[in-house]
């Protein structure tokens, strides 16, 4: 399946993102979701990890999905939903229902509690596995993505891929604190796609 097919799956098959979304504003384009899709299968290798960090009712995740099916790779969604909570569970039911092939695991938490369970004693995935792919969409604020960039970079491979949302001065989700986050992590690093009306930049780790 190519990117845009991906994208078209997202708005056509997993339409209830289109209709009575809380709200009424999709939280991904489709130029910002075929370029994650695309610099996702650049990035990921066979059997690779993908990490993302947001995942709320899974607009983004489905084009991972694929990615992950495509790779034959590990997908790990993490969110706590504290936003519309019914309504984004009944969503994510529905994308997990379509993709019972690929190994997925979703963690209802925050952040910082999905990395302390993820490095508990019992898993053993971020201690033997590096991060082929990283998408931060979560904490909508400077500090919080500052504090996921500790959290998850350093898991990532040198050469890999990560994706910031909401990279956008003018963004009433991003604001500005985003950006300043992003430019204080990876300023120096290769741009890989940058654009979209939210905001999306993706940079390769060096």
């Known amino acids: 399946m190519t990117p845009k ?19 009424g504003w999709r939280t991904y384009m489709d130029d910002e979701l075929e370029a994650l899709a695309t610099t996702a299968l650049a990035s990921v290798p066979e059997a690779g990890l993908i990490v993302e960090i947001g995942s709320y009712t899974g607009y983004s995740g489905s084009v991972l999905m ?38 997925w695991m979703f963690y209802p938490l925050t952040s910082e509690e999905a990395h302390t369970t993820m490095m508990g004693e019992k898993q053993t995935l971020l201690r033997e596995k590096p991060i082929d792919f990283l998408h931060l969409d979560g904490d909508h604020s400077g500090p919080g993505l500052t504090l996921d960039c500790q959290l998850w970079v350093p898991h990532v491979r040198s050469g890999a891929a990560v994706a910031f949302h909401d990279y956008n001065h003018y963004s009433t989700l991003g604001q500005g604190g985003i950006c300043d986050a992003v430019d204080a992590q990876a300023k120096d690093w290769e741009v890989l796609w940058e654009g979209g009306y939210w905001g999306l930049t993706i940079r390769r780790k060096p």
């Open 66 to 103: 694929h990615v992950a099916r495509e790779k034959q790779a590990k997908l790990v969604m993490i969110d706590p939903l504290y936003w519309t909570p019914d309504y984004a569970k009944t969503c994510l039911r529905e994308l997990f229902s379509r993709f019972k092939d690929v190994d």
């Open 5 to 23: 097919e991906m994208v078209e799956y997202a708005k056509t098959v997993l339409n209830f993102w289109m209709e009575g979304t809380p709200g």
